[in-house]
C-alpha cells in the first residue's frame, strides 16, 4: 500500500494569464501526474481545484476542503505545481510551510520549483523564503496595476462594476458601458414619479407589491441578470421594501452620471471593504442615457429633506407640507386640526409661540391658504409663460448682442491685467539681480504677481465659457419654463404642484404671504435681460 495519500491542489486567478497553457488548470494536473508516474509510494485520493481564486487570501473553498481532508487524517501529502499555487501571501504561506503542513505530518511537493519536504536536500529553507517573497511582491505589482487601470477607467466613464443597478444593464457591444432595460426603467420612472406625487417610501413599495411588480433581485433572476449576493439579497421570496425605494430615489446614477469608487480596500492583502468620503468618489457625468432627468432627482432630493408625514389611512404627504415657514421667527409651521360642534377646522400655526421666542406667530386656515396659494401659482404661471413669448419674440442674436458685448469687453480687461502682471513679473529677477530690491521683496512680489496671473486666466476662462453658452443658446431658459408650462391648466392645488414649483412659502400674516418659486433666479434673470434689451432699443429709437 502507498504510504502517502495526495491531494493533488490546482489554483488558477482572474489576474493569471488564460491565455497561456504554463498556468492553465489542465497543465497543472498533466504536470502532477506526470510527477506520480515516478513515485510510486504516493497515492493520488483527491484532487482540489479553486478556478478564479486569488493566492492572497486562504479562505478558497477547494483549499479549505483540503484543509479539512488534512485534519480529518484523509490526506498526508499535498502536491501543487509551483509555490505560487498554494499560495502568494508571505507570511500565511510560511505558516503553512513550517507550522501547519509538519503539525499533520503532511509532505508538501512543489513540483516546478524542485521543493519535496521529505528529502532536506531539495529545498532549503532560505530558498523557499526568497520564492515566497518574489511570489508576494508579484501580487503587490499586479494589484497596483490592477487599482491603476480601474482608477483610469472610472475617470474615462467605464462602468467596471460586475452588476448594474437595476434599470440598467451591460450593453452587449462594450460591457463597459451600460444602457436603458426599458421593462425596469419603467418602474423606476413609477417610483419618482409617486415620490413627487408625495407617496412615502413605504406606501410605493406596498403599491408595487400589491401589483405583482418583480423586486430588483427577482426581476434579474428572472432575466438571468448578474445581481450581488450576500444579506437580504439572497431571499429568495425578498420583496419591494422601503429601503430599496430609497435606494433607487437616491442614486444618481438614474441622471445619466455614473459615480464609482465609492468602496476600496486597505491593500491587496486584505478584502474587507471600507467607505470613502465623497470627495474621493469618481463621478462622471453624461456617461449614459438618463432613465430620469436631473430636475426631478433633485426635486426627489427635496422632498426627503422635507416634513413629509402623511394623514392616517393616506398615501400622499399634505401640499404644504415641509414648505410653511413662519415669517416672524423662521421656524416651520404645524398643521393642526380641531373640532368645534361638530365642525372641522383645519389650519397651520406657529408652534414656536410668543413664549418661546416668536413675537409675531402667524396662523392661518388651510383652506384660505389653498385658495391663495393657488392663486399666486396661476398668475406666476401666466407671468412665465409672457415673458416666455416676449423672449421668443426677438431674435437670439438682438436679445444676446449686449450681452455678448459685455462678456468681450470683460475678458479683455482681464487679458490686459494678465499682461500687466507678466510684464511686471519678468521684471523682477532682473530688479533683484542689480540690487533694486531684497530678496523677500523678490519673492513675495513674485508670488504676487503670479497669483494675480492665475485670477485672471481663471477669470477669462469663466468669461469665455459663458459667452459661448449664450451664442450657443445653452443658458437652458426651456428647460426651467418647461416644467411652469406642465401646469397651465391647473385648477386645483395638491402636492406635486407645490413640491414641482414651490421652494417655500413664508407666512408674514393672516394677508400675507410671500412665495418662493424654483427657478427664482432664471426667472430674475430672464426679467433683467428683457429689461436690458427693452432700455437699449428705446435709446436706439431716441
Known amino acids: 500500500m502507498p504510504e502517502f495519500q495526495a491531494a493533488a491542489y490546482l489554483r488558477l486567478s482572474y489576474t493569471d494569464d488564460r491565455s497561456s497553457e504554463s498556468d492553465s488548470i489542465q497543465n497543472q494536473k498533466k504536470l502532477i501526474q506526470d510527477f506520480l508516474q515516478g513515485h510510486p509510494e504516493i497515492e493520488l485520493v483527491s484532487e482540489r481545484v479553486d478556478d478564479g481564486y486569488s493566492g492572497i487570501l486562504f479562505d478558497r473553498p477547494a483549499f479549505q476542503e483540503m484543509m479539512a481532508d488534512i485534519t480529518a487524517g484523509k490526506v498526508n501529502c499535498v502536491i501543487v505545481k509551483d509555490l505560487s499555487r498554494l499560495g502568494r501571501e508571505y507570511i500565511e504561506t510560511g505558516r503553512y510551510l513550517r507550522q501547519v503542513f509538519p503539525a499533520y505530518g503532511v509532505r508538501f511537493i512543489a513540483v516546478n520549483d ?30 497596483v496595476k490592477t487599482r491603476s487601470a ?59 407589491n400589491a401589483l405583482g411588480v418583480l423586486s430588483p433581485l427577482a426581476y434579474k433572476n428572472s432575466r438571468g441578470i448578474p445581481h450581488p449576493t450576500g444579506g437580504f439579497a439572497d431571499l429568495p421570496d425578498a420583496k419591494w421594501s422601503a429601503r430599496t425605494v430609497i435606494r433607487i430615489l437616491k442614486d444618481e446614477t438614474y441622471t445619466g452620471t455614473l459615480v464609482q469608487g465609492r468602496q476600496s480596500t486597505p491593500n491587496h492583502k486584505l478584502k474587507n471593504l471600507v467607505c470613502l468620503p465623497p470627495e474621493e468618489w469618481v463621478r462622471v457625468e453624461n456617461a449614459h442615457d438618463p432613465i430620469i432627468h436631473k430636475c426631478d432627482f433633485d ?26 415657514i413662519c415669517g416672524c421667527c423662521g ?38 391658504l ?15 409663460i409672457s415673458l416666455d413669448k416676449l423672449l421668443d419674440s426677438i431674435s437670439a442674436e438682438q436679445l444676446d448682442r449686449e450681452l455678448i458685448a459685455n462678456y468681450k469687453t470683460q475678458i479683455a480687461d482681464n487679458e490686459a491685467k494678465r499682461a500687466q502682471a507678466v510684464r511686471f513679473k519678468s521684471t523682477l529677477y ?22 494675480q496671473v492665475r ?30 408650462k406642465e401646469f397651465t391648466d391647473m385648477t386645483t392645488l395638491d402636492r406635486r404642484v407645490t413640491a414641482t414649483l414651490i421652494q417655500s412659502i413664508k407666512v408674514i400674516c393672516k394677508t400675507e404671504l410671500s412665495v418662493t418659486f424654483r427657478y427664482q433666479i432664471e426667472y430674475e434673470a430672464a426679467l433683467q435681460k428683457l429689461a436690458r434689451l427693452q432700455e437699449s432699443q428705446r435709446k436706439e429709437a431716441v
Open 114 to 143: 524542485g521543493i519535496d519536504t521529505a528529502n532536506e536536500r531539495s529545498g532549503d529553507d532560505l530558498n523557499i523564503s526568497m520564492k515566497n517573497i518574489i511570489n508576494d511582491t508579484y501580487c503587490r505589482d499586479i494589484s
Open 150 to 208: 480601474l482608477l483610469t477607467k472610472r475617470k474615462n466613464g467605464d462602468y467596471v462594476g460586475a452588476c448594474p443597478i437595476y434599470g440598467y444593464r451591460k450593453d452587449p457591444a462594450n460591457k463597459n458601458h451600460l444602457v436603458i432595460d426599458e421593462d425596469a426603467a419603467r418602474v423606476v420612472r413609477d417610483i419618482y414619479r409617486r415620490r413627487i406625487d408625495g407617496a412615502s417610501a413605504k406606501k410605493i413599495a406596498e403599491g408595487l
Open 299 to 324: 426635486l426627489v432630493q427635496k422632498l426627503s429633506a422635507l416634513d413629509t408625514r402623511v394623514a392616517p389611512g393616506s398615501d400622499t404627504a399634505y401640499p404644504f407640507s415641509g414648505l410653511l
Open 331 to 368: 421656524g416651520p409651521m404645524t398643521r393642526k386640526i380641531n373640532h368645534v360642534k361638530g365642525k372641522k377646522y383645519i389650519y397651520f400655526f406657529c408652534p414656536t409661540g410668543k413664549k418661546r421666542g416668536c413675537a409675531h406667530p402667524a396662523m392661518l386656515r388651510e383652506d384660505e
Open 370 to 384: 389653498t385658495e391663495c396659494v393657488l392663486k399666486i401659482i396661476q398668475a406666476h404661471i401666466r407671468s412665465v
Open 430 to 451: 532682473e530688479n533683484f539681480i542689480s540690487g533694486l530690491i531684497s530678496k523677500s521683496d523678490y519673492k513675495d512680489m513674485r508670488d504676487h504677481y503670479a497669483a
Open 455 to 484: 485670477a485672471s486666466q481663471e477669470a477669462i476662462r469663466r468669461l469665455r465659457e459663458e459667452m459661448d453658452s449664450v451664442i450657443g443658446n445653452t443658458s437652458g431658459r426651456q428647460k426651467w419654463v418647461r416644467h411652469f
